[in-house]
């Protein structure tokens, strides 16, 4: 349809029908039509006012959604398709490891493969548009939705978000296999108060814009084609009604113009939140704000008609809101083909297809991160190994939102070792409890396999703890496994990081494997036996306890800094009883080689504005396998009009190294990379010094100095 096209629709339709698509329900309002009971009754519907609303959310399957939407097409005066919306965050059929590994993987191009196979698998069971890439910013792994962002760094997230709307999208969302991707949770979500889910966040005004917004901007210039609104306030206000946030920032600064869709009754909750006294005022500011689509509340279907009649509501507001909902559905073509790309065939040929396997397996032994290794990995096939803990035999481990996954196709750790390795002695026992069995055949083995952490269950919405310990019952068994033997390989599964200081200490290994999804755990076994070189790198930090949280390794230096030790030193800033740093940090790793760092090297050091530097280092292979490295390059600016972090990932390349192979990574370094927000809020850069640090890890001190001269 024409452009034109779409302006004469809108102005066919009647305010009613414009109401109704800015509306989103899910499947439960569309069961017999005649029987609206539940969640319709409450909203009040008549039985078949749902099949007129927008879009729906939740609903797949190429038959099923081709059924549903002849329906709504039939219900709907101008015949307007609706938009099929799902979470397929990390995978549909198939799950790949959660986003916080996939985000340890430092790898755009595999982050982008990843949502380009989810994209391809939803589409194919007729979905226009999923909730995905979410990318919020977290450094506080009490709140459960750590699992589903690609980390703590505002860099990272950024790089991950770009590319992850890129794989969902492609250049053309009406192309086979793309669909319509939706950045969330707009904004801060990733920042709640005490990490509970759904708290308030307080966050500066320098810090909001300088790295939790980053993020979304990334997506916004990558070209995505939804924004979704969070739960959490900013500014004391609830983002799906913070105008500023939605029309300030969102549209006239960060010229997003797609859609903004609000969470799952987030305009409702305002009323909860206590910043609406009921629903007709959170329609109504929910609009004004620029909230396009209303997910799962009726104050749009239940107040905006009124609202506009009474001249309370610019009419133009909601006309401006279906106008985007319209372009959305154009550029979707489903105004021509209202199915997309929706066919039982394609469903067969593409899910869970030879590709996506493969992928599956391959991304969880690129974004495991091997924590420690005192030399007894990789395993040789020919040792006895004992495999202990409930973990082990699990199936709950590809992430809390691989609600769409084949559940059945799910390979365990015992699974996979099982199928890859039938004639190595390997005994499994998928307990926490060791009883004298179990220690016996620990006592007599080479090495032991422990299984720790977390399954999906307990992590997620709305999973928030506040002691991030592993549980009793592990540490207890690690204990008494530590006792007979001492070769322990501490396997870590979870989707957020866990305190394991006790593990990391008396393990000869550690690896975490996060959440990895359906095959991931054949990636797995490729690490431990030493098919793959583990190449994964931290992106979130691991913290000793629950008491260092928020933490990130973006750091102030403060007033008082603490010297470089771990002793508790008085009057300054640091713990009477753990470290400042974490235990593992942002960008840590180690893989089966060495690989060698040479210095820094400038091309110049004096940085002129409009001009470009270049550092470089070689790196060398020292080891025996095949590796990738991930070169890391930070900048500190040494002094500010405001404080500075220590240092900030500015630069990141996951680099192929042979044995005894040599290479020069080089980072060019611009003005525009050092710009920050001043005192006064301008986005701007400073003349001074500045040290860029290029290593395999946050911790690097390999560094040299530059500086930006007055004008
Ligand atoms: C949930 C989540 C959001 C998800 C939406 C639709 O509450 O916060 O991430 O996309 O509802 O399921």
Request: glycine share 8%.
């Amino acid at each position: 349809m024409t452009d034109s096209q779409l302006k004469n629709l809108l102005r066919d339709m009647s305010l009613q029908e414009k109401i109704e698509q800015l509306v989103q329900l899910h499947g439960g309002f569309f069961g017999d039509v005649g029987m609206i009971t539940g969640p319709a009754a409450e909203f009040k519907m008549s039985p078949n006012q749902p099949y007129r609303t927008g879009s729906l959310l939740g609903e797949t399957g190429a038959s099923h959604l081709k059924e549903l939407q002849d329906r709504i097409v039939a219900s709907q005066p101008h015949k307007i398709p609706a938009i099929f919306m799902a979470d397929v965050i990390h995978g549909y059929k198939t799950a790949f490891p959660v986003p916080v590994a996939i985000g340890s993987g430092f790898d755009p191009e595999l982050a982008e493969e990843i949502a380009s196979a989810a994209a391809e698998e939803c589409a194919a069971a007729g979905v226009h548009a999923t909730f995905s890439p979410m990318v919020d910013v977290s450094k506080d792994c009490r709140w459960g939705r750590c699992m589903e962002s690609p980390g703590e760094d505002p860099y990272l997230n950024s790089v991950m978000a770009a590319a992850q709307v890129r794989g969902f999208q492609g250049d053309d969302i009406s192309k086979k296999g793309k669909v319509a991707a939706c950045v969330k949770h707009f904004a801060g979500y990733g920042a709640p108060v005490a990490g509970r889910d759904y708290n308030v966040t307080e966050i500066s005004e320098h810090t909001f814009f300088e790295e939790y917004l980053k993020p979304y901007e990334a997506a916004v210039n990558a070209g995505v084609k939804l924004v979704m609104t969070a739960f959490n306030t900013v500014d004391r206000k609830p983002c799906t009604t913070n105008k500023r946030l939605l029309r300030d920032i969102l549209r006239d600064k960060m010229g997003f113009d797609g859609v903004v869709i609000s969470d799952y009754n987030a305009i409702g909750e305002t009323v909860n939140h206590g910043s609406s006294a009921d629903s007709r005022e959170a329609a109504k500011k929910a609009l004004i704000a620029g909230c396009d689509i209303d997910m799962m509340s009726d104050c749009y279907i239940g107040n905006l008609k009124s609202l506009a009649e009474s001249g309370e509501l610019d009419e133009g507001l909601i006309d401006e809101a279906v106008y985007r909902v319209l372009k959305l559905k154009n550029e979707l073509g489903l105004f021509e083909n209202p199915y997309k790309d929706g066919s039982e065939e394609a469903e067969r040929e593409i899910v869970f297809s030879k590709k996506h396997r493969e992928l599956s397996r391959r991304a969880a032994a690129e974004t495991a991160v091997l924590l420690k290794n005192n030399g007894v990995l990789p395993l040789d096939e020919k040792k006895k190994i004992t495999v202990v803990g409930a973990l082990a035999d699990d199936r709950a481990i590809i992430g809390s939102w691989a609600i769409f996954a084949d559940d059945s196709k799910t390979l365990t750790l015992k699974d996979a070792l099982e199928k890859e390795y039938p004639g190595a002695d390997i005994s499994f026992f998928a307990d926490d409890n060791a009883s004298d069995e179990i220690l016996e055949k620990v006592k007599n083995s080479d090495a032991v396999i422990i299984c720790l952490g977390e399954n999906q269950d307990r992590t997620g919405e709305s999973m928030s703890v506040a002691d991030i310990s592993l549980p009793k019952s592990q540490l207890s068994l690690f204990s008494a496994v530590k006792s007979v033997n001492k070769n322990i390989i501490s396997l870590i599964f979870g989707g957020r990081p866990l305190a394991i200081p006790e593990v990391a200490n008396d393990s000869a290994a550690v690896l975490e494997v996060w959440l990895p999804g359906t095959l991931g755990t054949l990636g797995i076994s490729d690490i431990l036996f030493g098919k793959v070189n583990p190449s994964g790198r931290l992106s979130m930090s691991i913290p000793y306890c629950s008491g260092q949280l928020p933490i990130s390794y973006i750091q102030f230096n403060t007033g008082r800094p603490k010297p470089e030790t771990d002793c508790f030193i008085r009057y300054v800033s640091n713990y009477m009883d753990v470290p400042n740093r974490p235990l593992y940090s942002f960008g840590q790793g180690l893989g089966y080689s060495e690989i060698g760092y040479s210095p820094v090297r400038l091309s110049s050091e004096i940085l002129t504005p409009g001009e470009k530097i270049t550092a470089s280092v070689d790196i060398e292979n020292k080891g025996k396998m095949s590796a990738k490295e991930t070169v890391q390059m930070y900048i500190r600016d040494v002094k500010g009009s405001v404080v500075r972090p220590l240092r900030e990932l500015k630069g990141f390349r996951k680099v192929p190294i042979e044995p005894g192979e040599k290479k020069t990574v080089s980072f060019e370094i611009d003005c525009d990379m050092l710009r920050f927000y001043d005192a006064d809020m301008n986005f701007t850069v400073e003349p001074g010094d500045f040290t860029v640090y290029v290593g395999k890890d946050s911790l690097t001190e390999n560094g040299a100095g530059f500086r930006i001269l007055e004008n």
